[in-house]
């Protein structure tokens, strides 16, 4: 495998990529607390993980309402900013190109998660179905929720989320980040904003899928003129099939899926960014993205282009070879790996994921994962 696609070096704005692997955002939720503030443990985490060419954190809350799980990373304190230089210094002493995700989950959260126990925010006051949120229960323990009902947000807080989301990425400057993709996949604020599911208003954010963009388009100027560019990602999870699981796991399928995404994706290359990343459906007998799509998402956006989603380093070279994108990203695989490039190349097996250990705890099935001796 080492003479694989999957080996090649790789452009991504204005860095070149070791290898065409990537570990992508994966919630753990192992944050110190009170504060979610990053810690040593996560620092030692990315570090093991650093063989991927191209890294980007968990999700990482922009703001104290933006939290829908316990236990995760912020980046909004002076605390959380020198937690995160922690884990940007390991990683980049072993040669690695990380981005921090900035993320806000909107509506999908819950009283007992934000400030002074007030409803969520969302575009419009509709309650997210068929997902859960985990809260806090006791120390160290939690459970699974449903969602709360939201509040929709005003147009002046609008405009705020939009300066948030930029102080967000001046931070993730200061923790010492490559740059930052923007967290707009899996039924969260800025999916929120684009879906007519979840999106009702009648003012210029809502209606029309132009106007539905909208915000969308804004965070990612205003982050784009804090960081540049070049150092800019975005994440979508298009649908294309209305199934328990689609929604469960990935958010809202549209009406009219392949004319939203490209769409906004058109919206994406107008501002000129390093990166786009697709999420596909990774749960059991999913269904892979049309080919006719992957061939327009090429054609419509200029930047890398990186897939993830149950990927396989046979389904990740043929995607590759066939010029539809340019990275692949291995999550679970890279939970329970962290020398997963090493094991690629050389055909050597894999350890088995713990699912047990996979949001909160210790170490254990964290960072101590074992690399193949031999």
Same mark, same amino acid.
């Given at each position: 495998?080492?003479?694989?696609?999957?080996?090649?070096?790789?452009?991504?704005?204005?860095?070149?990529?070791?290898?065409?692997?990537?570990?992508?955002?994966?919630?753990?939720?192992?944050?110190?607390?009170?504060?979610?503030?990053?810690?040593?443990?996560?620092?030692?985490?990315?570090?093991?993980?650093?063989?991927?060419?191209?890294?980007?954190?968990?999700?990482?809350?922009?703001?104290?309402?933006?939290?829908?799980?316990?236990?995760?990373? &912020?980046?909004?304190? @002076?605390?959380?900013?020198?937690?995160? %230089?922690? #884990? /940007?210094? !390991? +990683?980049?002493?072993?040669? =690695?190109?990380?981005?921090?995700?900035?993320?806000?989950?909107?509506?999908?959260?819950?009283?007992?998660?934000?400030?002074?126990?007030?409803?969520?925010?969302?575009?419009?006051?509709?309650?997210?179905?068929?997902?859960?949120?985990?809260?806090?229960?006791?120390?160290?323990?939690?459970?699974?929720?449903?969602?709360?009902?939201?509040?929709?947000?005003?147009?002046?807080?609008?405009?705020?989320?939009?300066?948030?989301?930029?102080?967000?990425?001046?931070?993730?400057?200061?923790?010492?980040?490559?740059?930052?993709?923007?967290?707009?996949?899996?039924?969260?604020?800025?999916?929120?904003?684009?879906?007519?599911?979840?999106?009702?208003?009648?003012?210029?954010? &809502?209606?029309?899928? @132009?106007?539905?963009?909208?915000?969308? %388009?804004? #965070? /990612?100027? !205003? +982050?784009?003129?804090?960081? =540049?560019?070049?150092?800019?990602?975005?994440?979508?999870?298009?649908?294309?099939?209305?199934?328990?699981?689609?929604?469960?796991?990935?958010?809202?399928?549209?009406?009219?899926?392949?004319?939203?995404?490209?769409?906004?994706?058109?919206?994406?290359?107008?501002?000129?960014?390093?990166?786009?990343?697709?999420?596909?459906?990774?749960?059991?007998?999913?269904?892979?993205?049309?080919?006719?799509?992957?061939?327009?998402?090429?054609?419509?956006?200029?930047?890398?282009?990186?897939?993830?989603?149950?990927?396989?380093?046979?389904?990740?070279?043929?995607?590759?070879?066939?010029?539809?994108?340019?990275?692949?990203?291995?999550?679970?695989?890279?939970?329970?790996?962290?020398?997963?490039?090493?094991?690629?190349?050389?055909?050597?097996?894999?350890?088995?994921?713990?699912?047990?250990?996979?949001? =909160?705890?210790?170490?254990?099935?964290?960072?101590?994962?074992?690399?193949?001796?031999?």
């Amino acid at each position: 495998m080492k003479n694989s696609p999957l080996f090649n070096t790789a452009r991504l704005g204005p860095f070149t990529l070791k290898n065409s692997i990537v570990l992508p955002p994966l919630t753990r939720s192992r944050s110190s607390q009170p504060g979610n503030i990053p810690n040593d443990l996560m620092a030692t985490y990315y570090r093991q993980r650093s063989g991927a060419g191209f890294m980007v954190t968990e999700g990482t809350q922009i703001e104290p309402r933006g939290q829908g799980y316990a236990w995760t990373p &912020g980046i909004h304190s @002076a605390e959380q900013v020198a937690g995160w %230089r922690k #884990v /940007t210094e !390991a +990683v980049h002493a072993q040669g =690695g190109v990380i981005f921090a995700q900035l993320w806000h989950v909107g509506r999908v959260s819950h009283t007992s998660l934000q400030p002074g126990g007030a409803a969520p925010v969302a575009p419009s006051a509709i309650a997210a179905q068929n997902v859960s949120v985990f809260v806090e229960t006791g120390p160290g323990t939690g459970a699974l929720s449903a969602p709360s009902q939201p509040r929709a947000l005003s147009r002046e807080e609008i405009g705020e989320l939009v300066q948030f989301y930029a102080q967000a990425a001046r931070n993730a400057v200061a923790a010492g980040f490559d740059g930052v993709e923007i967290h707009c996949a899996n039924g969260y604020l800025i999916n929120q904003f684009i879906s007519a599911h979840s999106n009702q208003r009648d003012d210029e954010y &809502g209606g029309s899928l @132009a106007n539905r963009l909208r915000f969308l %388009r804004e #965070v /990612t100027q !205003a +982050v784009a003129d804090v960081v =540049g560019k070049d150092h800019v990602g975005v994440r979508f999870s298009p649908l294309f099939e209305s199934t328990e699981e689609a929604r469960v796991y990935l958010g809202l399928v549209e009406e009219d899926p392949r004319h939203t995404y490209l769409e906004a994706i058109k919206v994406l290359e107008g501002i000129g960014i390093a990166y786009l990343s697709i999420a596909e459906a990774d749960w059991d007998s999913a269904p892979e993205l049309p080919q006719a799509f992957r061939a327009a998402v090429r054609q419509a956006f200029s930047g890398a282009i990186i897939y993830a989603g149950k990927y396989t380093a046979e389904r990740g070279n043929r995607v590759l070879e066939a010029g539809w994108g340019d990275l692949i990203a291995f999550g679970r695989p890279f939970i329970a790996n962290p020398d997963l490039p090493e094991r690629i190349a050389r055909g050597l097996p894999f350890n088995a994921l713990e699912a047990a250990s996979m949001y =909160g705890g210790t170490a254990k099935g964290y960072i101590d994962y074992p690399v193949y001796e031999g």
